[in-house]
C-alpha cells in the first residue's frame, strides 16, 4: 500500500512510497522513470532501513537518496 510521502520543507520530488521487510519503492512525480525499487540486495540493508526511516518521518529521504543510494535501484519503471 502506497504511503503519500510528506515532505515536511516541501523540498522533494517524492510523492509516495511503500516498503516491505527488505525493499522500499519510491514514487517521483517527474522524470522518465518514475518508480525506483531499492532492496537489500541492490542497495544494502543498512541503506534500505534508513530510507525507510526517512519516508516515515517525511522529510531528507530525496537528499539521501541522491548522497547514498542514487544508482543503487534493483529495477525502476
Not at 6 to 18: E, K, T
Not at 25 to 36: D, M, Q
Not at 47 to 54: I, W
Amino acid at each position: 500500500m502506497y504511503h503519500p510521502y510528506l515532505d515536511l520543507n516541501n523540498d522533494s520530488g517524492i510523492l509516495q512510497y511503500q516498503f516491505d521487510d527488505t525493499s522500499i519503492e519510491v514514487v517521483f512525480g517527474n522524470g522518465y522513470f518514475r518508480h525506483y525499487l531499492y532492496t537489500y540486495h541492490s542497495a544494502g540493508a543498512n541503506n534500505v532501513e534508513r530510507m525507510k526511516q526517512l519516508a516515515s518521518q517525511g522529510d531528507g529521504l530525496n537528499s539521501y537518496i541522491m548522497r547514498y543510494c542514487r544508482n543503487s535501484y534493483a529495477n525502476r519503471w
